[in-house]
């Protein structure tokens, strides 16, 4: 959401964005198909053009990957979570293309139906050297095509926001999917180590990324504070916490963002109702917690999306001790308004 509380279509960030990936993606393209005609003797354009926008797509899927745990490691990677979406659509259009004329490449020429043919021609699923790896491709479309048709908010709003994230988690099963579909197709043919390499790296890029983005939140929320006999716990000093941003704490396995602004501390649940974004993470923007995810805005005293939207998150009690803060542990409902602390 914006200043003037409207969501966030299309504006001049997104504008570069697209462009910028549109364009990569375009002399990408370009390049491969340059490249392979000039290294490769008698070979046929549509090969060529089936691989290009193939190998386009599963390095896309690679940053799309990627974005999540380096925006978690660095918060300099925000605003390519910002534009994620429109990178997962770009993606799956590539992944259809790439589809559709291999489909009609291999399987048009025969006496079934192309869609029939992929399905039934190759059966050989026990044999390593022969599995029938363009199965696992379809299988992978099938998944993205779902999430690409659910990347809107409506189908956020409708599906709730935890059956909706893990829906689209399903992104990772579609990643397995395709490896093996490399692995057991391109690489079997392969004769050059250079894609095998490309494959194995951006694997184990993948993976240690996940390790490592997880390893930090894991430091973080073993650090669990637990409450007083009064239900406060000692959440630390108050210049402890930046100006116009939070300071996040595990309560009792919670967290817990306190934010600081204006001369005030109010304390708010971690967690954007949009997507689940991290609003610890995100800052104090004309009054209210923008969540760096996509721009999600809340009161901070209040939890209370600005009219005319109606989202709602916990807040939590907060005291004084010297200069050091304390949090109640247990949370206020949604939307339930707490004087800041005046420091």
Known sequence: MGVSYKPVLWNRQKIIYDIILLGSVAIYIWLF?????????????????????????????????????????????LPLLYNRRHM????????????????????????????????TSNLHFFSLIRFPFEILGLYALLILFLMAATS???WLANLTAPI???????????????????????????RHPFLTVAVAIGLIW?????L?????EWNQDKKILHPDADGFVDAGRIDEIPENKAKIISISGERVAIFKYDGKISAVSNVCQHQNGPLGEGKIINGCITCPWHG????????VSPPPFTEKI?????????????????????GTKVEPIIY
């Not at 003797?41 to 690679?62: K, M, N, P």
């Not at 893990?166 to 990643?175: I, K």
């Not at 993948?206 to 996940?210: L, N, Q």
């Not at 010297?322 to 949370?331: E, F, I, S, T, W």
Request: charge should be positive; include cysteine; glycine fraction near 6%.
């Open 314 to 334: 916990p807040t939590f009690d907060l005291k004084l001790n010297g200069d050091r803060l304390l949090v109640k542990a247990l949370p206020n409902k949604p």
């Open 33 to 77: 198909m340059t490249v392979s005609q000039q290294l490769a003797e008698q070979v046929d354009i549509r090969g060529i053009r089936i691989r290009a926008y193939g190998s386009a797509a599963f390095i896309l899927l690679h940053i799309i990957l990627s974005i999540g745990p380096l925006s978690r490691i660095n918060p300099r990677f």
């Open 152 to 154: 809107h908010d409506f």
């Open 88 to 119: 997962g659509v770009t993606m799956f259009c590539l992944a259809l293309y790439h589809t559709d004329k291999a489909i009609a490449w291999y399987h048009k020429l025969g006496n079934l139906d192309p869609l029939v043919s992929l399905l």
């Open 212 to 216: 490592i983005s997880g390893i930090k």
């Open 206 to 210: 993948i993976v240690a990324i996940h």
């Open 164 to 190: 909706w994230k893990t829906l689209h988690m399903l992104v990772y099963v579609a990643y397995g999917l395709l490896v093996s579909h490399v692995v057991l197709g391109a690489l079997q043919t392969n």
């Open 296 to 303: 999600y805005e809340y009161l901070p005293d209040s939890g």
